[in-house]
Each structure stands twice: as C-alpha cells, then as structure tokens.
C-alpha cells in the first residue's frame, strides 16, 4: 500500500468526527476532547491547524464558509468530502487488518535490561504491577460508570484494558522469576552486572 497523503492520526481522527457535520478547527478540537480520543491515539494539538490544512490540500476537506463571535478572529468551517469519507474507511480497514509494530517505552527499557542489576529490576517491576493495577481499576471503574452505551463504542477501551491486563501478568510472571531465583542465569546476570556498573556506581550507591 502506498503512503497516506495525510499519514498524522490526528487526521483519522478529525475524519472520524467530521462525517457528522461541517466544523471550525475549535469544535474539532473540542469534539475530540470530549471523546476522549487522545486516550486512544498519539495527539499533538499544536499541529491540528497543519493536519487540516494539509487535509484540504488532500482534497479529504472542503471549506464551506466562515462565521465570526464578537472580537474573535473569523474561523473558517470544514466539511468532509467523498474522497475523505473513503479515506476514513480505507484507513480503519487498513488499521484493523493489518499488524504493525509499534513503538513501546516499556520494550525499550527491556531491551536494555542488563543494565540493571537484577533484584532493583524485581523492585521495579513490583512498582510498575501495582501502578498497571491501578490504571486498570481506574478504567472499569470509568466503563462501569457509562450506562446504556453500545459495546461497539466502547471496543477500543476494551481492548486497551485487555492488554493492560496481559502485561500485568507477564509483569508479575517476571518479577516471581527473579523473585524466586528461577529467571534463567540470573547468577550470571547479577555478576556481569556488578562487574560492569559497580566501577560506574561507586561503593556509596546502591548495587
């Protein structure tokens, strides 16, 4: 598949709320917001003004006239066009059938693990555990809360809860290893680590 005119999610997203009605860029932004949609995808605001120009530009939008409030500055209004209605359902399909490797501090960190002696990494863990399991009660205390709303708008909040579930077991599975002494080679592992660092660290930190 060839690379999106617009390749921003912001610009998924602005489609997604733009099929509803004509819009300034202030009320996209606000219909966002309200719909939580930075929850679900990497948003940076300060370049929504971009994403819909260059959207324009795509021919995804369309401008349909402009209105003015008192002293504010005349705000341009936007409608989506056939071509961004295909593009929005071109790109869901493309999101949601075709795997693709993202980016994840967390994996980084692992990359590096070695750098860290062993039982300071049970400690972290034990930290990121207990942090994973509040986010999780925070989000079904949220779902539990909505009352009526169809399952289908609430799919990308179960699915973000289950791989939060997922990592808290491979997080816990992981720190019983070390815990136990089970992790295979952690007697390597502690003693390469000493080696390497105990010189950096000094004998006044913590191994």
């Known amino acids: 598949m060839g690379a999106r005119k617009v390749d921003n999610l912001l610009a998924l997203a602005v489609l997604s709320v733009m099929v509803e009605r004509p819009m300034h860029r ?35 939008l369309e401008i349909v006239g402009s209105e003015r409030a008192g002293a504010r500055p005349e705000r341009v209004i936007y409608r989506i066009t056939d071509a961004g209605r295909t593009e929005l359902v071109d790109w869901t ?22 750098v860290l002696p062993p039982d300071e990494v049970e400690t972290l863990l034990e930290q990121r555990a207990a942090a994973l399991e509040r986010t999780l009660a925070e989000i079904r205390a949220q779902v539990g ?5 169809p399952r289908l708008f609430l799919i990308e909040t179960e699915f973000g809860t289950a791989m939060l579930a997922a990592e808290l077991e491979w997080v816990r599975g992981l720190r ?11 007697d390597t592992w502690r003693s390469l680590n000493r080696a390497v660092f105990d010189p950096v660290r000094g004998p006044t930190e913590p191994a």
């Open 26 to 60: 202030y009320e996209i932004a606000a219909t966002l917001r309200s719909r939580g949609k930075d929850q679900d995808m990497d948003i940076k605001w300060g370049s929504l003004y971009t994403v819909v120009r260059n959207m324009a530009k795509a021919g995804f």
């Open 93 to 114: 399909r493309d999101l949601v059938a075709r795997p693709q490797r993202e980016q994840s501090r967390f994996v980084a960190g692992l990359s590096v693990l070695a």
């Open 145 to 149: 809360a909505v009352e009526g709303l």
């Open 176 to 186: 019983a290893e070390l815990a136990d002494g089970t992790f295979p080679e952690v």
